[in-house]
């Protein structure tokens, strides 16, 4: 895989078939993608024909969870470029989730703590995250419902009358 030469005029872009665009890009940098039978959608950033930058999208119903973004800096290269490259990525995908009704979207830090909160999420619990998405490489997690830091358990998981010591 060649890398970026600079990080100027990057373009960002919906991946035609994410599931497999964005796997050599994925293996390059050791992140872990998702089959491609499960990847929803993706988007890619390109230095002129080269995809220098992805993040992918799995979805259960109105729950989603983001892996990546993965960017391939060039060597030496100045790091702040690349966050914002991942951010963009990261807007990207806001802005399709909202349009597809996602309610809540979940991303695993890998270090871009930064990029996260700037966007609006927060780290939650993992038993926030739905059985079909569980079981993902990655330590720690983030939620984003709408932007919002307002973030509620309440009418999920289980039906806590069963529960007499929680009512």
Do not use: C, Y
């Amino acid at each position: 895989m060649e890398r970026s030469k600079g990080w100027n005029g990057l373009s960002f872009r919906p991946l035609a078939d994410p599931g497999r665009e964005a796997r050599d890009l994925f293996s390059f940098v050791g992140a872990w993608a998702p089959p491609a039978a499960d990847v929803t959608t993706g988007w890619g950033a390109w230095d002129g024909e080269t995809l220098v930058g992805a993040a992918l999208l799995e979805r259960d119903g109105t729950t989603a969870l983001l892996h990546g973004p993965a960017i391939a800096a060039p060597p030496g290269a100045d790091l702040e470029p690349a966050l914002d490259a991942a951010a963009s990525l990261v807007a990207l995908a806001i802005a399709s989730v909202e349009a597809a009704k996602v309610e809540t979207l979940f991303a695993r830090p890998q270090g871009l703590d930064r990029v996260w909160v700037r966007l609006g999420f927060i780290p939650v619990p993992e038993a926030e995250l739905p059985e079909a998405l569980r079981d993902r490489p990655g330590i720690g997690l983030f939620g984003w419902r709408g932007g919002s830091a307002l973030w509620s358990a309440a009418g999920r998981g289980r039906d806590r009358r069963a529960f007499p010591a929680l009512r």
